[in-house]
């Protein structure tokens, strides 16, 4: 598999931080400022120009707060850091509803500092569209994100493959 190098509008749940954003490869990050008591999970959804079949994705929990969000807040603010635990990998079917083509579960943070996770054997067709849900979170973190000088933050990296040959317009033909 190699990286998707096509462009792709990112958006997600309440309290996606990057809603809107134009990513120009497979590789991006997802991250929430996220709350328990939130109505839904959070989940991204990457919408490609065309249908891409994804074969592959290599997938790390943030543990540290990104510097260009670090610099949004105050001295006087805090971020708490949750990592994700369970999660799914979703297409849009031709019906119109998103389906599970693979789930998955990162390490304990212990485990895999800064490694990527790599998660593949799973078939699936062409979609413009497909989500990452995060199901659930490791340990029993505060969450009290009421507060104004405090947030909860959760990030992934992402990083999408598809198959080499799908890029070969020869192949196509036969």
């Not at 931080?17 to 709350?35: K, N, P, Y």
């Not at 790390?60 to 969000?69: G, K």
């Amino acid at each position: 598999p190699v990286p998707i190098i096509a462009e792709a509008t990112l958006s997600g749940s309440v309290g996606f931080r990057s809603a809107g954003a134009i990513v120009q490869s497979g590789l991006f990050r997802m991250d929430w400022r996220w709350s328990r008591s939130s109505p839904s999970v959070p989940w991204c959804k990457v919408d490609f120009a065309l249908g891409r079949k994804v074969t592959q994705l290599k997938v790390r929990a943030l543990t540290e707060i990104p510097r260009d969000i670090a610099e949004e807040t105050s001295d006087h603010f805090s971020w708490n850091i949750v990592l994700p635990k369970d999660c799914d990998i979703q297409c849009l079917s031709a019906s119109g509803e998103f389906t599970t083509v693979h789930s998955f579960t990162l390490s304990a943070p212990e485990d895999r500092i800064d490694v990527w996770a790599v998660e593949s054997g799973f078939r699936t067709n062409k979609s413009k569209s497909w989500r990452i849900v995060v199901k659930t979170v490791h340990g029993d973190h505060d969450t009290n994100d009421d507060r104004q000088s405090s947030g909860v933050y959760l990030g992934i990296e992402v990083e999408l493959h598809e198959a080499s040959i799908a890029s070969d317009p020869l192949q196509r033909l036969h």
